[in-house]
C-alpha cells in the first residue's frame, strides 16, 4: 500500500511498447470485474475472451494509456484517455482474425456490442472533451489514493488545454466521488438491456466557469 500511495504521488507516465504486457495482464483482470465489460462479454465468457477484449482496448487506445508504477517498475494503475484531436489506433491482421473469432464465439457479443456502441453515441455530452475511457488500480494497490490521482492528473490536462473531461461510471459510489470531488454533475445517463446503468459525469473546463 505505502508503495502504492508513493507511486501515486510521483504520477503518472505514457506507456511505451515495452509496457504492452503488463498492460494487459492489469486489464485482463480489470474488466472482469467490470459490470459493463461483464455484461458485453457475457456471463459464460473464458478468461481468454477477456485477454483478447483487452488487446483491441490496447490496440484502439494505446497512444491515450497512461501508467502508474510503484517504486520496483511494476505497473499498479492504468488509465486510457481519448483526445478529440486525437484518432483512435487500429489492429493488426491477427488481431482482427481473432476479433472475427470472438464476435461469433461469443453468444450474443455482437448485438450487446451494436447496443453499447449505440447508447454511448446517445449519451455523448460533449465533443470536444478529453474522455477517460476505463481506469483501474491493482487490487493490492487499492484505497491509497491512486485512482483519484490519476483523475486529478487528467482533470489538471483538461484544466491546462481549456477543455472539458468526460467519464463514465457504472459504480455508484464512484459517481458521488465525481460529483463531490471534481465537481463534476451527472449530464448523461444509460442502461443496458440486462446490465449496469452507466451514468455519464463531464468537468467543466476553467473558459466555463469564469
Known sequence: ??????????????????????????????????????????????????????????????????????????????????????????????????????????????ERFTELRRTQKDAVTDDRAVEILFALVHPDHRRGGTLACLIDEVVEMGRRDDLPVVAGTADATMSKVYVRRWDAPIRGEFTLTGGPTIWIHRIAPPGERR
Open 1 to 110: 500500500m505505502t508503495q502504492g500511495i508513493q507511486a501515486s504521488r510521483n504520477g503518472s507516465r505514457p506507456l511505451t511498447e515495452s509496457d504492452r504486457e503488463s498492460a494487459l495482464d492489469l486489464l485482463e483482470n480489470g474488466l472482469r470485474e467490470t459490470p459493463m465489460y461483464q455484461w458485453l462479454l457475457g456471463d459464460d465468457a473464458p478468461t481468454e475472451a477477456y485477454r483478447w477484449y483487452g488487446e483491441v482496448l490496447v490496440a484502439e487506445n494505446f497512444h491515450g494509456l497512461r501508467g502508474v508504477f510503484d517504486e520496483t517498475g511494476t505497473l499498479i494503475a492504468l488509465i486510457a484517455l481519448a483526445y478529440p484531436t486525437r484518432p483512435a489506433g487500429g489492429v493488426d491482421d491477427e488481431l482482427m482474425a481473432r476479433i472475427r473469432h470472438f464476435v461469433r464465439a461469443l453468444d450474443g457479443f455482437a
